[in-house]
């Protein structure tokens, strides 16, 4: 009995992101063992049988066993949270992705409902951004990884990113962007105002 539960202490899957809008977690294997029941985006960050990276599909209880559409192997679940109180307005001049000044990028939208829309996006080799503010919102979860030249706050870092990193990119936050590596992949889960 103890044997079974040291191994299913280490199958529990933990959150990679957690504040008052959102919860993320990965998964190597599919496990569900500790994701919080709720809504939520399930995204597959690796090609598994019958399953390409980057599929998403909307799960009305992300902790329960998929369906066949349902992504499996490695995993990314994005959990919006309902926040209190009344919803924030969009910051002025904020944009949605895909608005910003760019070049070398590409945005698919993959489904959208009442709580998130789901884009697929990719930066190619040398591809820029220009500065924005963020409508709302945003979770990046990576498929390919990449190296991803910000500014922000006038301080420029470049961020090494890995398949199935997962980066939180807030309401009203502003930055510019500029691949610095090869071709990066994402899937972006916008938050819809609540």
């Avoid at 209190?84 to 489904?111: C, L, R, V, Y």
């Amino acid at each position: 009995m103890r044997w079974l539960l040291i191994i299913s202490m280490f199958a529990a899957t933990a959150p990679v992101l957690e504040n008052a809008r959102v919860r993320a977690y990965r998964s190597a294997d599919g496990s569900l063992d500790g994701v919080v029941h709720g809504p939520g985006v399930v995204i597959s960050i690796a090609d598994a049988p019958g399953v390409k990276a980057g599929t998403a599909v909307w799960a009305e209880d992300a902790a329960v066993k998929p369906s066949a559409a349902t992504p499996r192997g490695s995993i990314v679940i994005v959990q919006p949270i309902r926040a209190a109180g009344a919803k924030a307005p969009p910051p002025a001049g904020a944009s949605k992705p895909g608005e910003a000044p760019f070049t070398g990028m590409s945005f698919n939208p993959i489904f959208e409902n009442d709580r998130v829309s789901v884009i697929r996006a990719r930066m190619e080799i040398g591809a820029r951004e220009g500065f924005h503010t963020h409508e709302s919102d945003t979770i990046v979860v990576h498929l390919s990884g990449g190296e991803i030249e910000d500014t922000a706050n006038g301080k420029t870092v470049v961020n090494r990113w890995k398949r199935g990193d997962v980066e939180f990119e807030s309401l009203g936050s502003s930055h510019s962007a500029r691949n610095v590596g090869g071709a990066v992949d994402v899937v972006l889960v916008v938050l819809k105002p609540q």
